[in-house]
């Protein structure tokens, strides 16, 4: 007999915030089976209030506690019976953050989680990976946000390290990334994946989701290193506007689909990789497994 469970995973980026509902299809005898049922992504950029300004406007307060009490009705009327909310580095960062955590909690229901770097990475590297990840190959995982990046070396099948730095694509958009940021990225990756043979690109986040998609790769086919350095020239080449109109980019993917291209492209070079894959998992995906699990067992 099979039984359809609802959980819901809440990304609180700082380009972004989503809400993930996920169908669990539990059946006897067999692995759960995750199907995404709703995405809803709304675009209050707070890495531009956290980087720049040191917290959070009263204007994206505001925003940001309207779009709780929208996502608190949507898990209400799809019967979600977990959820989990997670913040990232521009709450993390912002001097208001905990003050704007509790006032949320208290005109919307929202609970919010403030989480670190670290464990950012390891909800992220919780996420279903084996259909992707070979025993006797290694992988570099790049989660690309807008205020932080996760990295975590996959080598036959486990986790061998992960680290999280603070550069983003909103952060680099308002030029508030450390001068030194790129260099210690670079010592990292040629340090923790120089002894790795046969070492292969995974990206997530939004922006390689849409490069992806912009690519007309078939499902499962990789990207090449060659083909993204094409697509950030062309990128360069032509004017926000153009972005827009042209490749139909909406306006707050269109700016910081730039600078994330730089990253997954350093990080490629950096390795060695020569193939990028992209399974369209993150954050939100890592949440609801995490929750699901945790609920299992307890």
């Not at 992504?41 to 040191?54: E, N």
């Not at 190959?137 to 486990?158: A, H, Q, W």
Request: hydrophobic content about 40%; overall charge positive.
């Amino acid at each position: 007999m099979i039984r359809i469970r609802k959980f819901a995973g809440i990304d609180i980026g700082s380009n972004a915030i989503r809400l993930l509902i996920n169908n669990v299809i539990e059946e006897p005898g067999k692995e759960p089976q995750f199907k995404k049922s709703s995405l809803v992504r709304v675009p209050i950029r707070l890495g531009q209030d956290s980087f720049t300004l040191g917290e959070i406007s009263r204007a994206n307060a505001i925003r940001m506690t309207d779009a709780m009490k929208a996502f608190k009705l949507l898990m209400k009327v799809h019967n979600v019976e977990k959820y989990r909310a997670c913040a990232t580095s521009a709450m993390r960062e912002a001097s208001n953050g905990n003050e704007l955590v509790e006032e949320i909690e208290k005109k919307s229901g929202i609970h919010i989680e403030v989480i670190d770097g670290k464990k950012e990475a390891a909800i992220i590297a919780s996420t279903d990976l084996h259909e992707l990840i070979e025993n006797e190959k290694s992988y570099l995982y790049v989660d690309v946000g807008g205020g932080s990046t996760e990295f975590t070396i996959f080598s036959n099948g486990k986790i061998i390290t992960s680290k999280s730095f603070k550069i983003g694509t909103v952060r680099l958009l308002n030029e508030t990334v450390e001068e030194n940021i790129w260099a210690a990225i670079e010592k990292w990756i040629r340090k923790n994946t120089k002894k790795l043979k046969k070492l292969s690109l995974i990206g997530s986040g939004g922006n390689i989701n849409k490069l992806y998609k912009m690519s007309g790769r078939k499902p499962g086919e990789p990207l090449s290193y060659i083909w993204l350095n094409a697509q950030y020239q062309f990128l360069q080449s032509i004017s926000y506007d153009d972005r827009i109109s042209e490749l139909g980019l909406n306006p707050d993917r269109a700016d910081v689909i730039i600078p994330a291209t730089r990253i997954f492209l350093s990080a490629t070079k950096w390795s060695g990789a020569k193939k990028i894959h992209v399974p369209k998992i993150g954050l939100s995906d890592g949440i609801i497994k995490l929750l699901y699990y945790t609920e299992k067992d307890n």
